[in-house]
Every structure is written in C-alpha cells, then in structure tokens.
C-alpha cells in the first residue's frame, strides 16, 4: 500500500469517525456524567470494537477475492455506491432535536466496545470502504494496516473529544453545529466516491 492509497483511507476512516451518532453521543455523555478517563475509556473500548470489525472485513473480503473476483468487483461497485448515497443523505438531512439515551453501565471500557460491537452499519461501512483498497496482492503489512488505521485513528478522535469537552466545552460546540459538520462530511464522502467509481470504470 502505497502512501496516497493510505492517505486516502486515512481520510475515509477520519469522516467517519467524525460523523455525528451514537457513539459520539456516549463518549460526550460519559466523560461529561463522569470524568476525562470514563470518556477516554470508552473512546479505547470503541476503537477496539472498531478494530475487530476491522479484521472481519478484512477475512471476508479476502476470501471473496480469492474465489471470484467477478462479485469482488460487484462489492467494490456497490461499496462506492454506497458511500455516495451516504454523502447524499448527510447533505438533506434535516436536523434532529431528539436526544438518544442509554443504558448507563459502570464500566466505561465495555460500553464504548459495546456500541461498537453492536452496531451492524459499522461492518456495511467497512465492507463498503475496504472493498476499494483490498486485493489480490495484498500483503500481511497492507493487512495489518488496514486493521489499525481505523482503530487508531477512532481511539486517538474519540479521545481527543473527550478532553476537549472536560476542558473546553466542544460539546455545544458539536452540538449547534451538527448538520453543518455532517453535510461537510456528506460533500467529502461524494467526491471520495465518485473518485473511486471513475477509478473502477477504468
């Protein structure tokens, strides 16, 4: 893999992180209900869970790739439709007032790997994503990086989060400004895509 190609995932895996949902909603509520290290907990927790979604994908499209390129292609084009449409609807979507809760456990740790963990539009995220940089020749250092950077790079933003809203209240500031953080991440994800169908048509 070379540099740009991992710029490239590096870019994808920061969108992704950085999109409003679920998860930044537990690690604002933790560190805020409890402290800077139950947010930072569950930021590592998160970026674990991250990781093993990571590594399934990983298996299953290699093994897609090696018996039959032909619906390995199919999964790439659907995978760069699918981040289109994506960017779509971040763009029209109308802003939601409604506030999501959660069951509050103790163990910081286990509920940032939870929410990870059992969230099915993470693996459909990844199988979209990592269709566009897996292939037949792919090496155990390429493989290996395309398990970390996504974990690490969840863990490390997440984290940063947390500090921030224990010490300089990004939390309103993520708050008011969620559509407009989300149709920027909309716009992102449709350039990424519509670069990677011209890549495919060629």
Same mark, same amino acid.
């Given at each position: ?15 992704? $992180? ?10 604002? #509520? ?5 402290? #800077? ?12 869970? &991250?990781? /093993?979604?990571?590594? *399934?994908? *990983? ?15 199919? &999964? ?15 763009? &029209? ?34 199988? $979209? ?8 020749? $792919?090496?155990? *250092?390429?493989? +290996? ?9 969840? +863990? ?6 947390? &500090? ?12 008011? #400004?969620? *559509? ?11 350039? /990424? $895509? ?9």
């Amino acid at each position: 893999m070379n540099f740009f190609t991992w710029s490239q995932l590096i870019l994808v895996c920061l969108l992704g $992180a950085m999109s409003p949902g679920p998860s930044l909603a537990l690690i604002i #509520r933790n560190s805020i209900n409890y402290n #800077r290290l139950s947010g930072i907990l569950s930021s590592i927790g998160h970026g674990l869970g &991250i990781g /093993i979604y990571a590594f *399934v994908t *990983v298996i299953l499209l290699e093994f897609i790739l090696q018996n039959s390129e032909r619906i390995y292609f199919f &999964i790439q084009i659907c995978g760069s439709i699918f981040l289109l449409i994506l960017g779509f609807i971040y763009i &029209i979507k109308k802003n939601n007032n409604k506030t999501n809760t959660y069951k509050i456990n103790s163990n910081s740790f286990f509920q940032g790997f939870t929410i990870a963990i059992i969230n099915p539009k993470i693996l459909v995220w990844f199988i $979209a994503l990592y269709s566009q940089f897996i292939n037949i020749n $792919a090496n155990i *250092v390429d493989k +290996t990086i395309l398990i970390l950077t996504p974990s690490i790079i969840d +863990t490390i933003w997440y984290c940063l989060v947390a &500090i921030l809203v224990t010490g300089y209240g990004l939390r309103d500031f993520l708050i008011n #400004r969620k *559509v407009i953080i989300e149709k920027i991440i909309g716009i992102f994800l449709i350039v /990424i $895509a519509l670069s990677l169908i011209y890549s495919l048509s060629n």
